[in-house]
């Protein structure tokens, strides 16, 4: 039997088509796909302003040098997350702390960072940004969060790489509603794929435009940027040190063509996890529990199962063909977070979550056959 990916992309012949027209084209980067992507993404997010880049990774690193973050300078994110959520302050510098979980959606607990902000106020160690993960696809509570955020200047960057096609209180995630920027990622197993890409939404003018900047080598074709008049029609100024970080016409050809279906996406998504709340109720495992303020883009499906059975039922499901992932190792737990001041460093809820999380089968074109397997599996597992 096949295995069955924990997350897989979903091309039709209709995304090829868009893909080769633009090969057969005059541009194969900087052309019109870009911008109408730019657009789309506007569109669907609420977002005034859109960057698209070359990885979320990318696009976390332009979001941070925008908000003005160098050495000296502290960031928090969470540690149930991909290592970019927190590279993104090393790379410019800056020293990486994070706040602890909530168990219910493994999301960064606001009381956490209630306490722990009120702390770093008295000891004079804010951050400049948080950058909170809509783990899983839910996200975070970001009226909280927000609030307490603006309470002690701290600006917030959302990575929202698992979240796009969810909302929080009927605001889509990616309008910015509660913070100063959003970032997604098109990587194959996110809601939608460009193969490689990302994209930095945001709802300020001035730093839109430094994310353009830092995304294209700090090069500037606006007079008005320049520190003297133009020498001709030819002229252009670098104005400060940025990357090449651009989205290739091609990657945003396939990601228009996606962003049209990504409701139908996430409604496959949503529909596959409904089947896993029944079929799933009567097992000795904590199921994902969102709130009526959140709804999921369902990018994971996460169950807890007890710690002490993890790696067993782990083994199991891989050995029957169940390609079962975990996410996260907390990212402190890392070598380079352990050589960098992490040593003994400890987050109980986020230990507790990693090692209790088992990440199963779920992805547009999951049909109900594999469905029934992993069920099947699972159950098998626990008898
Ligand atoms: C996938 C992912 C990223 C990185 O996305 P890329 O587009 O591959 O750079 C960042 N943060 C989280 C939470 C992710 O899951």
């Avoid at 070598?335 to 986020?350: C, H, I, K, R, S």
Wanted: hydrophobic share 40%; aromatic share 10%; proline share 4%.
């Amino acid at each position: 039997m096949p295995v069955i990916p924990y997350g897989k992309h979903s091309v039709s012949d209709q995304d090829v088509d868009a893909v080769v027209n633009v090969l057969r084209n005059e541009f194969l980067t900087q052309g019109k796909q870009v911008p109408l992507f730019e657009n789309a993404l506007c569109s669907y997010t609420g977002a005034a302003y859109c960057t698209a880049v070359n990885s979320a990774t990318s696009g976390l690193h332009v979001a941070c040098l925008a908000l003005g973050v160098a050495t000296n300078d502290i960031v928090w994110t969470s540690a149930n997350s991909f290592a970019a959520s927190a590279n993104c302050a090393r790379y410019c510098g800056a020293t990486v702390d994070f706040v602890d979980i909530e168990p219910e959606t493994g999301n960064i607990c606001p009381i956490f960072l209630a306490q722990k902000l009120s702390m770093a106020a008295k000891a004079g160690l804010l951050p400049k940004v948080l950058i909170v993960v809509h783990f899983a696809g839910t996200s975070c509570k970001m009226k909280e969060i927000r609030q307490l955020c603006s309470l002690h200047g701290v600006r917030i960057i959302e990575d929202a790489a698992h979240s796009l096609g969810a909302s929080f209180d009927n605001h889509p995630v990616g309008s910015c509603q509660y913070s100063d920027f959003t970032v997604l990622s098109f990587h194959p197993v996110k809601s939608i794929t460009s193969a490689e890409g990302g994209a930095i939404l945001c709802n300020d003018e001035q730093l839109a435009k430094k994310c353009r900047l830092f995304s294209q080598h700090g090069i500037t074709k606006h007079p008005a940027e320049f520190d003297q008049p133009a020498e001709g029609g030819w002229y252009y100024q670098q104005i400060d040190l940025g990357y090449n970080y651009r989205l290739s016409d091609l990657h945003a050809a396939l990601g228009i063509s996606q962003l049209a279906r990504l409701d139908t996406f996430i409604e496959c998504r949503r529909r596959i996890a409904q089947m896993y709340f029944k079929a799933l109720g009567n097992l000795p495992i904590t199921l994902p529990q969102i709130s009526s303020l959140q709804t999921s883009a369902w990018h994971l499906f996460v169950i807890q199962v007890p710690s002490e059975q993890r790696a067993a039922i782990f083994s199991f499901l891989q050995s029957e063909e169940i390609g079962v992932n975990v996410h996260y190792i907390p990212i402190y737990k890392h070598p380079y977070y352990q050589a960098n001041g992490f040593e003994g460093y400890v987050l109980d809820n986020t230990e507790a979550y990693y090692s209790r999380a088992i990440s199963l089968p779920i992805f547009p074109e999951l049909d109900d056959a594999a469905h029934q397997r992993v069920v099947e599996t699972l159950k098998k597992a626990f008898a």
